[in-house]
């Protein structure tokens, strides 16, 4: 429990505490405004609690996993596993083979140049060359 103790930790029960409390005080507000006549305040007012229990769930499963944790270690996700679900052992890169990228020119298929690409080339090796024309006062 010392663990939940420390400046870190501090923080984050407050910040639960502090959006709990604001997420059903908006609740309470909505609540409200649908008894005043405002018919779509009765969804916001569903809404709001339900954003609370959120912020409850998540904050319940850090807690969990950090007293899981052992002691001076921070709380890390569980091993990964082999297709089997046998752990992989310490140590053992989760990924065996290398991931390679090809780096292919990308050209037509049949090896000739491509019109449409060389005169939208020239299309901008002009404005470059123009910087303050419009594409409209290309000659081309």
Known sequence: MQR???PA???????MVVLVVGFLGLGWWQVTRAAGGNSLSFGYAIEWPVF???????????????????PGQPAEPAPPATADGAPVAAGTPAVRRPVRA???PVGP???ADDGE???YNRYLSWL???PGARPG????
């Open 9 to 15: 930790w501090i923080v984050r029960h407050v910040a």
């Open 102 to 104: 090809v780096r292919v």
């Open 109 to 111: 298929a049949d090896g």
């Open 4 to 6: 939940l103790r420390t």
């Open 117 to 119: 690409l060389a005169a």
């Open 52 to 70: 609370a229990g959120f912020v409850v769930f998540v904050w319940w499963r850090e807690v969990r996993q950090a007293l899981r944790a052992e």
């Open 128 to 130: 470059n060359a123009n």
């Open 137 to 140: 006062d290309y000659p081309g």
